[in-house]
């Protein structure tokens, strides 16, 4: 167990844990800012695909 | 001769569990009952509260079977217990969803992180409160508000309180539309929730065949205590979105779904026993399992107001989407774009909605996931 088990354990790990799960979220929020540049790499629409399944 | 057969007699009754019946007992009959009721008449969430109800109801008899060891409601405990139950709703709900909403607005992502605060809040005080920090963990991850991965965290943090935190997360789940809207009312003015917002790109086939691998790349690499769950939530939309696996996602999106439903209902209500239930401990999970959902409301619709201050007018976030970053997909979505609505019947939030509702999802896997990186569970 890295946080103490008492109040100020908690307070920690609470803080710790919010700040770090907006930063990730953010994170994510980014990388899906960036999956429009993945329609640069080609079309792949629905009738592609139905099309050429077997 | 009268002696013998009065000895039968109570033999037999001793066998039945009528003798064991105490008042605790029909108490938790009395809950199961009005669970059952609130589903059929008032329509609440009745794919979880008939079974939970019916459960609840049958393991305050004593003597029955079911919720004994080798009983079919104490192997569907074991289910959930074993972690197995969890990843495969997520699997069910993966194929279910479509993540475009989440695509195509990644600046309202935020609110999925920002609706968590009532986590931490009911984490600290559970500690004050005298449970252990891996105890207050667990009850604090109810207010993230997603069933599998309350029930996943609390197994890994404190298995013995699964019972109560699996049916506070559960029947808070179903409570949302009476538990949000007073709380999303409060914190906003009526220009606020008359906010339209604009409309949303539309997501390409292979930005959603992208999404899945991505995220499932993403969440094994940082959080791989929580990495299952997602997992097989991504594996659940990639068979969804990819469209060349019909069979299997309708397969997992229906009838998968609707057995695993099933057993999850069961098992949790199969653990609602009057003995372990009723207890002064119980009420407190439940009350600061409210205090967490309350708390997430309210820190969402907050976070969208702050993130307003820095959007200019055109561009502002409508705040009742700050509620929808709690992870009750698509509860929360769908009570926001009610509360909305009774100011403007035009204003369709729905899908804005359940781009924050979707990742309020990932927020409380990344929060179980830091909280159990930091607690040293694996």
Redesign the interface.
């Known amino acids: 167990?890295?946080?103490?088990?008492?109040?100020y354990?908690?307070?920690v790990?609470?803080?710790?844990?919010?700040f770090?799960?907006?930063v990730?979220?953010?994170g994510?929020?980014?990388?899906?800012?960036a999956?429009?540049l993945?329609?640069k790499?080609?079309?792949?629409?629905?009738e592609t695909?139905?099309n050429s399944?077997h | 001769m009268v002696q013998e057969i009065l000895g039968f007699l109570q033999a037999m009754l001793d066998q039945t569990g009528v003798s064991h019946f105490w008042w605790g007992n029909i108490v938790m009959i009395a809950i199961g009952v009005t669970m059952i009721l609130l589903a059929i008449i008032k329509k609440y969430e009745p794919l979880l509260l008939i079974g939970i109800g019916f459960a609840c109801v049958i393991s305050n008899v004593p003597g029955s079977d079911l919720i004994l060891p080798g009983g079919l409601f104490n192997y569907a405990y074991h289910g959930i217990e074993l972690l197995i139950v969890p990843p495969l709703i997520f699997f069910g709900v993966g194929a279910m969803t479509d993540f475009g909403p989440?695509?195509a607005h990644?600046?309202l992502?935020?609110l999925?992180?920002?609706a968590?605060?009532g986590?931490?809040v009911a984490?600290?005080g559970?500690?004050?409160l005298g449970f252990?920090?891996?105890e207050?963990?667990a009850i604090?991850i109810i207010g993230g508000a997603d069933g599998p991965m309350a029930v996943f965290v609390c197994v890994k943090l404190a298995p013995h309180l699964l019972p109560q935190v699996a049916v506070a997360a559960y029947s808070y789940m179903a409570l949302m539309p009476l538990i949000q809207p007073p709380v999303i009312k409060a914190l906003t003015t009526r220009k606020e929730r008359l906010i339209r917002m604009k409309q949303m790109?539309p997501?390409?086939?292979?930005?959603k065949?992208?999404?899945p691998v991505?995220?499932g790349i993403?969440v094994n690499l940082?959080f791989p205590p929580v990495a299952p769950l997602i997992t097989m939530l991504m594996l659940g939309n990639l068979f969804k979105e990819?469209?060349?696996t019909d069979r299997l996602y309708k397969t997992a999106a229906n009838d998968l779904m609707n057995v695993i439903i099933i057993i999850l209902t069961v098992g949790i209500g199969s653990t609602m026993n009057a003995s372990t239930f009723l207890t002064f401990k119980t009420i407190e999970i439940v009350v600061l399992g409210l205090i967490a959902f309350l708390g997430g409301t309210a820190s969402g619709v907050i976070g969208a107001k702050f993130m307003n201050l820095f959007l200019k007018e055109g561009e502002k976030i409508n705040p009742c989407l700050g509620s929808a970053g709690i992870a009750s997909v698509p509860i929360a979505a769908r009570v926001a774009h009610i509360v909305a609505a009774k100011e403007d019947r035009e204003n369709l939030l729905i899908y804005h909605a359940m781009g924050p509702n979707l990742?309020g999802v990932?927020?409380t896997a990344?929060?179980g996931g830091?909280?159990l990186a930091?607690?040293?569970v694996k």
Request: proline share 3%; glycine share 8%; charged share 10%.
């Open positions: 167990m890295i946080v103490p088990d008492s109040l354990g908690a307070v790990l609470s803080c710790v844990d919010f770090l799960s907006i990730m979220i953010t994510i929020g980014f990388v899906l800012a999956f429009p993945l329609n790499l080609g079309k792949l629409d629905d695909i139905k399944s | 989440m695509i990644p600046k992502v935020i999925g992180a920002m968590h605060l986590i931490f984490l600290i559970a500690k004050a252990s920090i891996n207050s963990g604090g790109r997501v390409s086939r292979l930005e065949i992208a999404f991505v995220l993403i940082f990819c469209l060349v990742a990932f927020g990344i929060s830091i909280m930091l607690l040293g």
